[in-house]
């Protein structure tokens, strides 16, 4: 297959880019930095981000995308940033594909800030969505956009919904600030009580799955969880993270919840257990693999 990745510098997007090139595919990447060593790279103004040209002078079987903001406290703080980059983006590659290669298939990473707080666990893909922030409600619109172009002008479109992502590579969120707190506090301090699960999956069971989408995904505008369907307390997190540290440090929950923060996830994840998902890297050796690499760039 010949496949364009949209954010191919980014955490997700670098992952994606690896598998597919070392799966024999011919893969080009696409992001705002600059590369002046991959001949297979095309490089997006930052603020101004236009795709017809690279839609007009190639042809692709899949174009996966990637970028996007990916912080919901930004989405607050800065909202129209948070649109043009999760929402607007999304419709300007959709258009360019409908311009010149509508046979094109999309896949769309999408997140699981769309549910907000659920009203039943797992949560599955029909639930309600009431997202919390302006970077779920971001991401709720940019589903809606695939679905439009697959209704409207056929093009083959699916969004992925991703739960907690985690895994070597990622600088921030949960794993990154305990690393941080940890080398910085004797007590160290989290938001909320502890209590708040999540479900999350590392990035190379995300590239897993995003490959079991492009051969088994009707790509109808529909949207599929990508999660391990487990659920995890931030609490059980923290302590096992102090485990493999080998750290006698106390651990402190501040009972302040994050505004655009939900309380509890637990994916359904029937239709991606269909195709053949399951998870390689248990959630034991993905923090020790983490904090591995952590303590190499560090």
Not at 61 to 72: E, F, R, T
Not at 128 to 149: D, M, N, T, W
Not at 188 to 193: A, Q, W
Not at 278 to 293: F, L, R
Request: glycine share 6%; charged share 20%; with cysteine.
């Amino acid at each position: 297959m010949k496949i364009l990745v949209i954010g191919s510098k980014g955490f997700i997007g670098f992952s994606v880019y690896n598998f597919f090139t070392q799966n024999n595919h011919e893969v080009f990447g696409c992001d705002v930095v600059t590369d002046y060593v991959d001949k297979n790279y095309f490089q997006i103004d930052a603020t101004n981000s236009d795709y017809h040209q690279i839609f007009e002078k190639n042809e692709f079987d899949v174009c996966i995308n990637c970028s996007g903001a990916a912080s919901v406290p930004l989405s607050l703080e800065f909202p129209l940033k948070d649109f043009s980059l999760n929402t607007l983006n999304v419709f300007k590659i959709l258009d360019a594909i409908r311009t010149y290669q509508p046979k094109c298939r999309f896949i769309n990473l999408s997140s699981a800030a769309v549910y907000g707080n659920p009203e039943s666990l797992p949560i599955k893909e029909d639930a309600v969505l009431k997202p919390l922030s302006p970077y779920g409600i971001h991401k709720r619109q940019a589903e809606q956009i695939c679905k439009e172009f697959y209704d409207y002008y056929q093009i083959p479109t699916c969004s992925a919904r991703i739960f907690s992502a985690y895994g070597n590579g990622l600088k921030k969120q949960l794993l990154w600030d305990l690393f941080n707190k940890f080398n910085s506090q004797q007590t160290v301090e989290l938001f909320g009580t502890g209590d708040e699960t999540r479900d999350f999956i590392h990035v190379d069971d995300i590239v897993q799955a995003i490959n079991l989408i492009i051969h088994n995904a009707d790509f109808v505008g529909e949207s599929i969880n990508l999660a391990n369907g487990e659920e995890y307390s931030i609490k059980f997190i923290a302590e096992l993270y102090k485990t493999n540290l080998k750290s006698d440090q106390l651990i402190k929950f501040n009972k302040v919840v994050k505004a655009g923060d939900p309380l509890n996830w637990k994916a359904d994840i029937s239709i991606l257990k269909s195709m053949g998902y399951h998870p390689t890297i248990s959630i034991e050796k993905g923090i020790n693999d983490y904090i591995v690499w952590v303590k190499g760039v560090n």
